[in-house]
C-alpha cells in the first residue's frame, strides 16, 4: 500500500517553529516558518485555489477529455452513518459534489516558472456495488499540460472517506493510477486538502520540477509541529516518551516509571500531545479509548471486526474466572490436572441472567456470534495438547521447545567455564555457579568431560540469573512473588536434540538471610523428581516472561515504531524506499496502542500474570539496555551473537549453525536470504550508484532520525551501521523487514499451541521452592502431595483464563491478512524491472513452502517430526485465515 499524501492546498496554516526543540532527551527536527501557496503565487510555489472551478483548463483551445474514477470503500462507519450530516451528504451526493479533485501537472510551466495552474472537478457517484462505490469525473485538459503528478482531493461530506483508488482514463499512453488507501477526512473537520502522488516512484534528484515543493510540503505536515493534543483524523507522526503506562490519578499505586531516558533507556513512542496527570506531571493521561495513532494506521474494519470478536470471545473466558458467582476465591488454583482439562471439555456455563453491566450487554450482543446456545464456552484444545496428552511432562519436549517452540531466541552456546554471573558480589553473592563439572559429568555418564564439552560445543544454556537476580528483593517484598535467578543447563544429543542436565535458581542474600542456591537434576529418585518438576516451573515461567516482554513485544513491536515514524517523516511517498517499506509497517502502531492500554500497562495482562509483577517494563526496559543493538537483529548476527552459529562461506547461507536441527534457524536462513536478495534487486535498481546512497538527503535523515531521536538513549552506542553503499542500505533493510516478518511470525503464531496449556509454559510460579528455607510443615506438605505442591505452583484458574485469552487472540490470522511476497504493490507493478524481481521473491517463498513440508516429514529431524510432535510450521509463508500455525504476515499486524 502507498502512503497516502497530506499537503495543505487551502488555507494554509503557518506551522511555527517549535519552542523547545527537545522533548525528553530527543533532538526533533526544526520545521521553519512557511509562506501560504496563496501568498506564494508569483513565486514559483504551488497555488491551488477552489474559485471559479471549472472541469475546462481556463485559456485553452485544445483540450484532451479525462475521466477519474475513484473507488470508495464503504467501511462500517459510513454505512452506519445516520442523523443531519448524513441527510446533508446525500443531498451532496444528488447534487454530483461529493468531492472535488485537483489534477496537478508534474512539471513547472516553462513561461512563467511557476507551477500550472490545477485543472478541477467535481466527482458524481455512479455505481455501488458489494462494499465498493464508484464516482466519477470529467475533465478537460489543455493538450500542452503535461503528465499528471498527484491528484489533490477534498471531501465535500461531514464525515471521512476510505478511497481505495482513483484512476484516470483518456491519456493517449494509457491510463494513470494513483493507489490511496487512505481515509480522507471532511473538509468541516480540517480544510486541508489531501493530496496523492501517483504510482511512479522518484528519488529524490528524480522528482520533476512541478512536484518538488508539494513533496517537501507534505513531509512537513506529516512532521507535525510537536504542539497539542493529536486529533482522530490528523496523520502526523511524533515522537515521545512510554510515560502512559500508568495511572496516578486514579491511584497512586498505579504510578510507573517513564521508560525512556537515562535511568530507563527504552525506544520511542508515537506522541498523542495528551495532557498530564494532575498527580505526577510527567504521566500522561491515560485515553478512556485507545491513544491517538495517525489514521491510517487505525485497522480496517474487517481486522476491527474481526479483532472485536475474538477479543469479547476471549474476553469473557478470561472474566468468568473472576466473577464472584463462578468462583469463590479469584486467586484458587486447579485442585488437579483433570481440573485444568475442563476448560477445554466440560467449557464453563454463563449465568447470563445474573450479569450487570458492560459485561451482560457486550454477552448477549455477541454470544450467537461465537456460538453455544447454551451460554456454555469452551477454550480449543491447543494442537500440542491433541497429538500428546503428556508432552508437557517430557524432558525431551522441554528442551526441544527451546529450538522449535514460540521462544527459540534464548538458547546460547556455553563457551566458558566455571558460570559467572557479571553481577557485584558484595550485593548479589558469589559470582561463581553451583553447578559444578562433578555434577555435569556424572548426568553426562562419563561421555566426556565439561571441558571436552565446550570444545566440541556440546553445553547450551538459557541464562536468566543476571536478568532476574537484581529484582528477586523487589519482586519478593513488594509483589509477594517467588522471583529466582536461574540457568538451565543442556547438552546436546548425537541426534541433534537437547537434553536438560541442571537448573540452578538463586535468592540473593535478602532480609537478613544469605544468598540461597540450589541445583536440580532429573533424576529416578520420587524427591529429587518432583523438585525437578517444580525447578521447570520456576524456568519456564522465567522464559515465558522473557519471550512475551523481550522476543515478542521489544524487539518485533517496539523496537519497529520508530523505524515507521522515521520513514513517514522523512521519505516521501514517492521515495522508492519508503513503498518498499510501508507494507511491512501495516498495523503495528495500532496494535502497539493496544499493548500500552491493555498489556504493559500498570494491572495490565503482564503485570497481573507473571512473576515480576510491577516490574516488568522496568525489566524490558533493563534488556534493551544491557542487550539491543541493531545489527544483531540480523538472524545471521543474532545466531553468531549466541554461539548458534559461525560463519562459514561453504556453508549454506554462509554459516554453520552449532546444532544443524534448529528449526527456526534452518527455515528462517532461507527465508531472510529471500528477502535479501528481493532487497539487493530492488535497492540495485534505484541505486545504480554507489554515490546515491550518501546523497539521497531523505534517505540520510530517516537513519539518522531512527538513531538519534527513535533510539535516542542507544544512539551513542556500537552496532548501528553506516549508511554509505547500497549494500549498507540492503543489509540496514533486511534487518528491518525480517523484524516485521520471520522474527515477529516465530514468536507470535505459535503462542497457543504451547501457551494454550497452562502445565506446559506457565507465566508464574506462585509458590517458592520447597527446599529454600521450609519451616516442617510446609516440607511435609510437599513430602505427602508432592502433586497438589505442583499445581499450588501453577497460575490460578485466573491468570490461566487470562493468559489463553490474550494468546488466542495474538495467534489468530485476520482475513485481511497480508503475507510476505504473495501480493504485489501497484507501483512495483508498474515498473517491470521491480514486477519481475518481485516475481522471483514471490517464487523463492513458494519453494520455502515445499522445503518446510519436506523437512517436517523428515524422521531424522526429531526437533521438528516425531511421535505426538507438531509440526514447525511458524516460518511457512502463506496462511488462510485463522489459527493455523502458519504464515509470515508482512507486518507486526497483531
Known sequence: MMKPQACQLDSIRTIPPLKNPLLHGCALPFNPRRTSFKKARNKGKLA?????????????????????????KQTVSSMTNLGLNRGLDDIQDLLGRTMLLELVCAELDPRTGGEKETVKGYARQVSKKNHDVKYEAKFEIPAGFGEIGAVAVENEHHKEMYIQEIVLDGFHNGPVRVKCASWVHSKFDNPQKRVFFTNKSYMPWETPSGLKKLREEELKVMRGDGQGERKPFDRVYDYDVYNDLGDPDIDLSKKRPILGGKQFPYPRRCRTGRPMCDTDPVSEKRASVLPYVPRDEVFSDVKMLTFSINYVYCLLHSMIPSLEHAMADANSGFSSFSDIDKLFNEGIELPLEEEKGFLKSVIHRFIKTITAANSVLRFEPPPTLCKDKLFWIRDEEFARQTLAGCNPFSIRLVTEWPLKSKLDPKMYGPSESAISKELIERQIKGYMTVDEAIEQKKLFILDYHDWYLPYVEKVRNDEGKPLYGSRTLFFLNPDDTLRPLAIELTRPPMDGKPVWKSVYTPSLNPTDVWLWRLAKVHVLAHDSFYHHIISHWLRSHCYTEPYILAANRQLSEMHPIYRLLHPHFRYTMETNALGRQFLISADGIMESNFNAGKYCVELSSLAY???????????????????MAVEDPSAPHGLSLAIKDYPYANDGLILWDAIKQWISEYVSHYYSKASFVESDEELQAWW???????????????????????????????????????HHASVNFGQYAYNGYVPNRPTIARTKMPDEDPSEEQWKHFMENPEAVLLECLPSKLQAARVMTVVNVLSYHSPDEEYIGETIEPSWEENPDIKAAFDRFHGRLVELESVVDKRNGDKNLKNRCGAGIIPYEYLKPFSEPGMTGKGVPNSISI
Open 48 to 72: 491551488f485555489s477552489t474559485r471559479n472551478i471549472k472541469a475546462v483548463h481556463p485559456g485553452t483551445e485544445k483540450t484532451v477529455g479525462v475521466k477519474a474514477t475513484v473507488t470508495v
Open 625 to 643: 539496555g544491557q542487550e539491543w543493538r541493531f545489527d544483531h537483529q540480523a538472524l545471521p548476527a543474532d545466531l553468531i551473537s549466541r554461539g
Open 704 to 742: 539518522k532520525e531512527i538513531r538519534i531521536v527513535g533510539h535516542f538513549d542507544k544512539k551513542d552506542e556500537p552496532g548501528w551501521p553506516d549508511l554509505r553503499t547500497p549494500q549498507d542500505l540492503i543489509e540496514i533493510l533486511t534487518t528491518i523487514i525480517w523484524v516485521c516478518t520471520g
